[in-house]
């Protein structure tokens, strides 16, 4: 009896270490991913990458930074850079004929001011500073139809910027200069040929007085 209790206890024994050896060896056989450890908290699946803020005009105007965590509906033209001048002119009076024959026009996907309609410019600048003072300046960007609503929306953006730029270059204060951009959504010129095109490829600007004054 006591010979077969010790047997047993030897081939138990003996099975124990063969299953200890056996779980040792297993655990030798892992491959660790290089730069990685098992286990870590890299291991973790990374969160969607947020696309961001959807692209439109910051608040506060064109040309001011952008809060973070600000969204803006590009899509809609009151707010875009009017709020970017000294005041609201939102109820000052339109005048669009003074300087209709000083629309501004562009080459196609450009928003440089060329050199051909620099003269605009001077004669727009000459005029307010003469006759003008303590009015305000509008200027509209505007596209033709190529190219996407949101892409020509930034591009009239930029065209009235330009604009803009140069009027302060010859001593108006840009302050009294807003600007917004209507993309494609307003064109001067309805036709789908590269005659109407360059028509509405254009800076606008229209005079703007204080409510109450002529």
């Given at each position: 009896?006591?010979?077969?209790?010790?047997?047993?206890?030897?081939t138990?024994?003996a099975?124990?270490?063969?299953?200890?050896?056996?779980?040792?060896?297993g655990?030798?056989?892992?491959t660790?991913i290089?730069?990685?450890?098992?286990?870590s908290?890299?291991?973790?699946?990374?969160k969607?990458?947020?696309?961001?803020?959807?692209?439109?005009?910051?608040p506060?105007?064109?040309?001011?930074?952008?809060?973070?965590?600000?969204?803006?509906?590009?899509?809609?033209?009151?707010?875009?850079g009017?709020?970017?001048?000294?005041?609201?002119?939102?109820?000052?009076?339109?005048?669009?004929?003074?300087f209709?024959?000083?629309t501004?026009?562009?080459?196609?996907?450009?928003?440089?001011?060329?050199?051909?309609?620099?003269g605009?410019?001077?004669?727009?600048?000459?005029?307010?500073?003469?006759?003008?003072?303590g009015?305000?300046?509008?200027?509209?960007?505007?596209?033709?139809?190529?190219?996407?609503?949101?892409?020509?929306?930034?591009?009239?953006?930029?065209?009235?910027?330009s604009?803009?730029?140069?009027?302060?270059?010859?001593?108006l204060?840009?302050?009294?200069?807003?600007?917004?951009?209507?993309?494609?959504?307003?064109?001067?010129?309805?036709?789908?040929?590269?005659?109407?095109?360059?028509?509405n490829?254009?800076?606008?600007?229209i005079?703007?007085?204080?409510?109450?004054?002529?």
């Open positions: 009896m006591k010979h077969a209790k010790l047997a047993y206890l030897i138990l024994g099975s124990l270490s063969l299953t200890f050896a056996g779980c040792k060896k655990l030798d056989k892992t660790e290089p730069g990685r450890k098992y286990g908290i890299s291991d973790t699946p990374a969607p990458i947020d696309s961001g803020t959807p692209i439109g005009t910051p506060g105007g064109i040309g001011q930074p952008q809060p973070a965590g600000t969204t803006v509906d590009a899509s809609k033209p009151e707010t875009q009017i709020a970017a001048a000294k005041g609201d002119f939102s109820n000052w009076i339109e005048n669009r004929g003074e209709a024959a000083q501004v026009y562009f080459d196609f996907d450009k928003s440089i001011v060329k050199a051909s309609e620099v605009k410019l001077e004669e727009v600048a000459r005029r307010m500073k003469a006759n003008f003072q009015k305000a300046l509008r200027i509209e960007g505007h596209c033709d139809e190529r190219g996407t609503e949101e892409y020509n929306r930034a591009l009239g953006d930029r065209r009235a910027l604009v803009r730029e140069k009027l302060a270059q010859l001593g204060d840009p302050e009294m200069l807003p600007t917004i951009s209507f993309g494609e959504d307003r064109p001067a010129d309805i036709g789908h040929e590269e005659a109407a095109f360059k028509k490829r254009r800076g606008e600007l005079l703007l007085s204080p409510p109450g004054t002529n």
